[in-house]
């Protein structure tokens, strides 16, 4: 099981790309992201379940990773906040960095569900 939702993911697709986009416009480099067209990242095996946790985006800049969760409204916020814990947590674990993207539509989501976990709002990239 993914957990961003397959039809969360088809139906954003335009999103996704606006965000790679901004990436590689930004500097980063050997963008994987988990959409047609791109290598997708690790899938890492979530211990006492079958599931899966793959990143939506992984890029390197200066050297260093950076793990980058698209936020658009979910119908499963349990799922994504258990998926942004998860990737905060080994990206800190590894020294790496996480981010989160979000767009005009979706901002007081995101914030609340930063608010729901405690991850710092700075972890936050707003596109229009």
Sequence with gaps: MSFMIQIDKSE?????????????????EDIQADIEG?????SYLRKG??????????????????FFEISLKS?????LKTKWLFLDTLSRMNSDYFRIITTKGHYKFTDTMLEDINLPKKSLIKLS
């Excluded at 697709?13 to 500097?27: M, P, Q, V």
């Excluded at 791109?38 to 690790?42: G, M, N, S, V």
């Excluded at 379940?49 to 950076?66: F, Q, W």
């Excluded at 119908?75 to 799922?79: F, G």
């Design 12 to 28: 954003n697709t335009a999103f996704f790309e606006k965000s790679i986009h901004h990436l590689e416009a930004t500097g980063f």
């Design 38 to 42: 791109y290598e997708t990242p690790k």
């Design 49 to 66: 379940t079958n599931s899966k946790i793959t990143p939506d985006i992984v890029a390197h800049k200066n050297g260093r990773k950076y």
């Design 75 to 79: 119908e499963k916020p349990r799922l």
